[in-house]
């Protein structure tokens, strides 16, 4: 008998993968977590339902979170993430040496634990020194720090449940007292495609630039997120993330990736336009 995990896109579509078995499932105070193995895209990571990540496919994300604002941004040594209890967004700034703090704060204990046990592809490097793990809601986490971080990454959830109040205008707001005069803010920024999706995108959009001076949308194309095309924000108070792209710099770290390159870095952010017109539509009502 064939067993299928399948995630509600829409109303009318489905993403369904077949599972060869069931690895973890419990319940913290949050949420449901599941993991699970699967012949076409190996061991996956889903909270209530919802797919996080693929352990064939979740580079994709985490490099692009990362590795793009590391290559504008001359000196980064202090960065926050927000949720990514997986490991992921970590492992990656880890790379960096010159990097010298790295606060993570995820709001579910239970989801570092089990990325820990089970997902040691991205929660290998939550033990490197210069990790501190705070077990906290981020919005409140946020709230209390001011100028002290170089770049903040939130790596929320969907706009709902436990990440909701992570795409409010009070969090953004947060995100940008805590960076200091040249920092950077990247997010998940949800898909442009399916309708319900979109507007969700341009509710956080419309909520970042009622904060950030600046802010742009790149994208990427993650085959398990719902229409498998995916966006993320770049805002800012100084620099901008073409004109201040330091290629050479970025190629001398010789940092090898497999879907990052400052090339790609460089289409990233020449969107559709379909994409364009659903983000013009929110600025020219700001």
């Given at each position: 008998m064939d067993f299928w995990f399948s995630e509600k896109h829409t109303k009318d579509v489905k993403l369904s993968i077949r599972i060869d078995k069931q690895v973890y499932s419990g319940k913290s105070d949050l949420q449901r977590i599941d993991v699970f193995?699967?012949?076409?895209?190996?061991?996956?990571?889903?909270?209530?339902?919802?797919?996080?990540?693929?352990?064939?496919?979740?580079?994709?994300?985490?490099?692009?979170?990362?590795?793009?604002?590391?290559?504008?941004?001359?000196?980064?040594?202090?960065?926050?993430?927000?949720g990514a209890g997986d490991g992921?967004?970590?492992?990656?700034?880890?790379?960096?040496?010159?990097?010298?703090?790295?606060?993570?704060?995820?709001?579910?204990?239970?989801?570092?634990?089990?990325?820990?046990?089970?997902?040691?592809?991205?929660?290998?490097?939550?033990?490197?020194?210069?990790?501190?793990?705070?077990?906290?809601?981020?919005?409140?986490?946020?709230?209390?720090?001011?100028?002290?971080?170089?770049?903040?990454?939130?790596?929320?959830?969907?706009?709902?449940?436990?990440?909701?109040?992570?795409?409010?205008?009070e969090f953004y707001g947060s995100c940008f007292k805590a960076l200091r005069e040249d920092g950077i803010m990247v997010n998940q920024h949800e898909s442009p495609f399916y309708e319900q999706d979109a507007l969700a995108m341009q509710r956080a959009h419309k909520r970042i630039i009622e904060s950030f001076p600046f802010s742009r949308i790149f994208q990427a194309h993650i085959p398990t997120y719902p229409s498998g095309h995916w966006l993320f924000g770049f805002s800012t108070k100084k620099y901008h993330p073409l004109r201040d792209l330091d290629e050479a710099r970025w190629n001398a770290r010789k940092l090898a990736c497999r879907y990052y390159t400052t090339t790609l870095h460089r289409g990233a952010f020449y969107l559709p336009a379909y994409v364009e017109e659903l983000l013009t539509d929110v600025e020219q009502k700001h």
């Open positions: 193995d699967t012949p076409a895209f190996g061991r996956m990571l889903v909270l209530d339902g919802y797919l996080m990540l693929t352990e064939k496919d979740e580079f994709i994300y985490h490099e692009m979170m990362t590795h793009v604002p590391m290559a504008v941004h001359p000196h980064v040594r202090d960065v926050l993430v927000i992921g967004v970590v492992r990656e700034l880890t790379r960096y040496p010159d990097i010298e703090r790295i606060d993570l704060a995820e709001i579910d204990e239970q989801v570092i634990e089990v990325s820990r046990r089970y997902l040691p592809f991205t929660a290998c490097k939550l033990d490197d020194p210069r990790v501190r793990i705070f077990i906290e809601d981020g919005v409140k986490f946020v709230r209390r720090k001011k100028e002290e971080y170089d770049l903040i990454i939130v790596d929320s959830t969907d706009p709902f449940g436990p990440g909701e109040g992570l795409f409010s205008r």
